[in-house]
Nanobody, 120 residues
Framework: QVQLVESGGGLVQPGGSLRLSCAAS????????MGWYRQAPGKERGLVAT???????NYADSVKGRFTVSRDNTKNTVYLQMNSLKPEDTAVYYC??????????????WGQGTLVTVSE
């Protein structure tokens, strides 16, 4: 099994910044893609940003130029630096990891979510 623990959410004013972190632990042999999805009230969960083990990134159009995803493979940790935050960025942010276990099982894992609120 893989556990993902997120941190860094909270309340921030429009134009402000936050940095989310997500650490993966468990019987992990390797992690392919890691990243972040978000779900706003009344909406479906959608992609924010992902990053492969080789460092290739993919962003939702709505966050390009404002958010930066990065990872530390030695710590099995993924980060999301969020700048120039807007009220429409308010959502629960979920960490994601596509992992292969030592048992050979490959599966997608999700964190419990961390709330980001952008408001005056």
């Amino acid at each position: 099994q893989v556990q993902l623990v997120e941190s860094g959410g909270g309340l921030v004013q429009p134009g402000g910044s936050l940095r989310l972190s997500c650490a993966a632990s468990g019987s992990i042999f390797s992690i392919n893609a890691m990243g972040w999805y978000r779900q706003a009230p009344g909406k479906e969960r959608g992609l924010v940003a992902t990053i492969t083990s080789g460092g290739s990134t993919n962003y939702a159009d709505s966050v390009k130029g404002r958010f930066t995803v990065s990872r530390d493979n030695t710590k099995n940790t993924v980060y999301l630096q969020m700048n120039s935050l807007k009220p429409e960025d308010t959502a629960v942010y979920y960490c994601y990891a596509d992992s292969q276990l030592y048992s050979g099982v490959q599966a997608e894992y999700w964190g419990q979510g961390t709330l980001v609120t952008v408001s005056e």
